[in-house]
């Protein structure tokens, strides 16, 4: 069998396989609990403001390990952490469906953020290990695509179970498929050592020496998160509520916009290696500047025909904006602090997550309308556009 390093070319695909479902399995437990948001404030007998609450615990808990989870990635290993992340999180994942009140679910949704930060920075940089300069780009892109897999597949199969058992089974079974994961993953990747025992030196993140660059990614990441968050987290709710939507229609309606992102964020790595090499700031300032386009006409539709288009259409070119940017990262960051820089990168990135939730929700309740919301994302589309001004050459 052929070698690659020491690794050979069945056990990277299938470190890239597990990797990429373990993905999909983090991504569709936020679809589901979006999708479970209403029956959740039924349940709980709580409004908007309430559910955003709810829904922007996990990513509280997401961002503040972001920048933790790295360092600890740089010094315990790739291949543990993500052991060690697969593990909390499916555990977490079983437990919100034992919440007994709206309390305790906030505190689980939480601590499951918490369970769940390491595992971009490990999984990241473990495809960062196993590929060569030349291949990180599109390793990456495709890695990430899973993100939008998850979200897409959730619907079709994690709603008959929510129609038929409840959305408390379908947490349950979530964790179920991660603990599957977990065995299969470790069985690939043994042994399971750690940065100290290979004898490498421990890490340190040096934050004046950090690529300016990573800054100016920070609050992309942040602004574009905000407008995917705020949209998963309340567009369920917004096509039951607001349109009529019911729920069996509701799982071919939410996949729609998630599949296109998915797609974008497969191609990213591709398309920047092969049409933007040499100039990959300008294929994120574009694609920035096109989700304000978007936004401003999912803003200003009045039809559902068009919120659900230009939905689609802002998660393509948003998708290649945010994906693009981990791209660019993988081909211009040093491997030794890999893990550190990605958690700082997506610390921005899940800071909009927390705050896309909660900012719906309360423009909701306090406006009463779902437009107000929209031009708020309007406005974090027009940041992205800004801060992609200073993204200049190294």
């Known amino acids: 069998m052929e070698n690659i390093g020491n690794f050979t070319v069945a056990k990277r695909w299938g470190s890239f396989l597990l990797l990429y479902l373990g ?109 060569d300069k030349s291949e990180k780009s599109q390793a990456t892109s495709a890695l990430i695509s899973s993100n939008y897999a998850g979200a897409a597949v959730a619907p079709l199969i994690i709603v008959p179970i929510i129609a038929s058992n409840g959305w ?3 947490f ?3 964790g179920v498929g991660g603990f599957i994961i977990l065995l299969a993953y470790y069985l ?19 934050w004046k020496k950090i690529d300016h660059r990573v800054w100016a990614f920070v609050v992309i990441g942040l602004a574009l998160n905000i407008i995917t968050k705020g949209l998963e987290t309340w567009m369920p709710v917004y096509f039951l509520q607001e349109q009529g939507i019911n729920l069996k229609n509701l799982a071919w309606l939410v996949p729609l916009p998630v599949i296109s992102g998915g ?20 294929m994120i300032s574009i694609a920035s500047f096109l989700t304000l386009v978007f936004m401003f006409g999912l803003f200003k539709s009045t039809s559902l025909v068009g919120v659900v288009i230009f939905d689609v259409l802002i998660y393509f070119v948003k998708s290649l904006a945010f994906t693009g940017i981990f791209s660019f990262i993988a081909q211009i960051l040093s ?31 306090a406006a009463g309308s779902y437009s107000a919301a929209f031009f708020g994302l309007v406005i974090s589309a027009l940041v992205a556009v800004i801060a992609c001004l200073f993204i200049r050459k190294a």
Do not use: C
């Open 335 to 365: 491997e030794k602090t890999y893990g550190s820089s990605i958690g700082i990168v997506n610390f921005g990135g899940q800071l909009g997550g927390f705050v896309g939730p909660l900012l719906i929700g309360w423009i909701v309740q």
């Open 263 to 282: 797609i974008a964020a497969f191609i990213s790595g591709f398309v920047m290696v092969h049409l933007f090499k040499k100039h990959e700031r300008w």
């Open 168 to 170: 408390r089974n379908a």
């Open 172 to 174: 349950v079974w979530l």
């Open 188 to 206: 690939v990747e043994r042994p399971i050592n750690s940065s100290q025992e290979n004898g490498q030196a421990r890490p340190k993140i040096e």
């Open 23 to 131: 993905y999909m399995i983090l991504f569709a437990d936020r679809t589901v609990m979006n999708i479970s948001l209403a029956y959740i404030g039924k349940d709980f007998h709580v409004g908007a403001a309430a559910l955003g609450a709810t829904a922007s615990a996990f990513f509280l808990g997401y961002t503040l390990m972001q920048i933790p989870g790295g360092y600890l990635t740089d010094k315990f290993g790739s291949k543990l952490m993500v052991i060690i992340s697969l593990f909390a999180w499916s555990l977490m994942t079983m437990v919100t469906g034992w919440a007994w009140s709206l309390a305790a679910l906030i505190a689980i949704r939480f601590l499951f953020g918490i369970a769940e930060g390491p595992y971009p920075a490990a999984a990241l940089k473990r495809i960062s290990e196993n590929y």
